[in-house]
């Protein structure tokens, strides 16, 4: 008579009422669990068997709720967090040049980027999100911050041409983010991308430095790009060509590339993203909010092209709210292409989660629920009685659901949120510490 085998000892088994998985696309699966061990996955499986197979430390049962990935916001400004309103209902050039660099120049500083984050990754924890791809001064401020929240993020090292209270010039930015990276290196929740602010804010000799690095240390390029008509108008008078080919010209455009924004892309432009192998940060929201434009985001999946979701700062956009965007992305592809049928709900949620995780190069890490993956997670109810009747979990996670559904979330297995409440950060700290801020900025 053959044994039943021995049940395998795991640190965690969650039972949610549904669960999307991402890989395999297109699919809920109602009536299985996942099963987590040692920060990772182990196995997502019907629950009946998972009671036979494993015996776990916590059992976590989410009766009306569906489990994802933890989100991926492909694109922010975390400390900025601290200027949420403080320049509203401008376009984008007159919002930087007459009010953020210059209050930037005024208070930033590692105290002022520590705190932001922190009120930054509180935010998007509440919201489901589990990875940021941030891209701001003092790299080792915001790693304080990320590590106390224990939230994973993708540091990028700002370079500019002009003088902050960070750097001098772009040499010393380049020396003091890479001395930041060898400083952090080996944090299992952080990883880094070079990240020259825009085309207009660095100099051909600075971007060949930037390939070049790029290239010996296998690292993201985090890039604005394309995100406003001015700035193809000024580079095509000062530079005579559009951006993106100044860049492909220079040697940047390529898997390494994250365009962030590219709203304004011809068709050439579009299919030369995809021959590259670019990928995209899609900013609805803020583009919106700035009055930038629509990113033809139908356009570029229907050539290939990878795409994730970024909420940009909270001082364009004012949310660091990853539902928002995923609504936002899915209705603006409809309007502007007139087809109801396009960025469908799992399409959306891919970008949300997959697609970011593979801009990052983190998709063989996070992204999916899929056995070997860590086990970075988020639980949304959806038994709320706002949402009821729902037909379609995945079309309710995008269209009806909000950030105040999210009830748990999880890094590497380790709880980071329970029921709403963040496991590492006193929230009413955090409100003094934005009421002092509030007040500097004000005096």
Not at 23 to 44: C, F, K, N, Q, Y
């Amino acid at each position: 008579m053959k044994m039943p085998p021995v049940p395998r000892n795991i640190d965690l088994l969650i039972r949610p009422e549904w669960i999307v998985p991402i890989e395999p696309a297109g699919i809920t699966l109602s009536g299985h669990a996942l099963a987590v061990d040692a920060g990772r996955i182990v196995d997502l499986l019907p629950t009946a068997e998972a009671a036979q197979r494993f015996l776990p430390q916590e059992t976590i049962d989410l009766p009306g709720q569906v489990l994802l990935p933890g989100l991926v916001n492909l694109h922010t400004h975390a400390a900025m967090t601290l200027l949420r309103g403080y320049a509203d209902d401008l376009p984008l050039m007159q919002w930087l040049t007459e009010r953020i660099w210059p209050a930037e120049g005024k208070h930033v500083g590692p105290d002022f980027v520590r705190a932001g984050t922190l009120l930054a990754c509180a935010e998007m924890l509440r919201g489901g999100v589990t990875t940021m791809n941030d891209m701001y001064f003092f790299p080792e401020a915001a790693a304080a911050a990320v590590r106390e929240a224990g939230m994973r993020a993708a540091l990028g090292l700002v370079v500019l041409e002009f003088p902050t209270g960070y750097a001098t010039d772009a040499d010393d930015y380049l020396a003091k983010g890479l001395a930041a990276r060898d400083a952090l290196h080996g944090d299992p929740l952080l990883s880094f991308c070079l990240a020259p602010h825009a085309p207009y804010t660095v100099s051909d000799a600075t971007f060949g430095k930037i390939a070049t690095l790029a290239a010996e240390l296998e690292v993201p390029i985090h890039i604005h790009v394309h995100e406003t008509r001015q700035e193809i108008e000024e580079s095509l008078k000062q530079h005579g060509v559009r951006p993106l080919q100044r860049l492909h010209r220079l040697g940047l455009l390529g898997p390494q590339m994250i365009a962030v924004h590219a709203v304004h892309l011809d068709t050439a432009e579009i299919d030369l993203l995809a021959h590259e192998g670019c990928h995209v940060a899609h900013c609805p929201t803020s583009n919106l909010k700035l009055g930038s434009g629509i990113a033809p985001s139908t356009a570029l999946r229907a050539r290939g092209v990878n795409f994730g979701l970024g909420t940009d700062g909270a001082a364009s956009n004012n949310r660091l709210d990853l539902f928002q965007e995923m609504r936002h992305a899915a209705l603006l592809a409809k309007g502007a292409s007139e087809d109801a049928t396009t960025l469908n709900a799992h399409a959306v949620l891919h970008a949300a989660t997959l697609g970011g995780a593979r801009a990052l190069s983190l998709d063989s890490r996070i992204g999916s629920l899929r056995p070997g993956k860590e086990a970075d997670l988020c639980a949304v109810r959806l038994d709320d009685w706002l949402l009821q009747p729902c037909f379609d979990p995945a079309s309710h996670l995008v269209y009806a659901a909000g950030r105040e559904q999210v009830t748990h979330t999880w890094i590497r297995g380790k709880i980071a949120m329970r029921n709403g409440v963040p496991q590492h950060i006193d929230v009413s700290k955090l409100i003094d510490v934005a009421s002092l801020w509030h007040t500097r900025l004000t005096s």
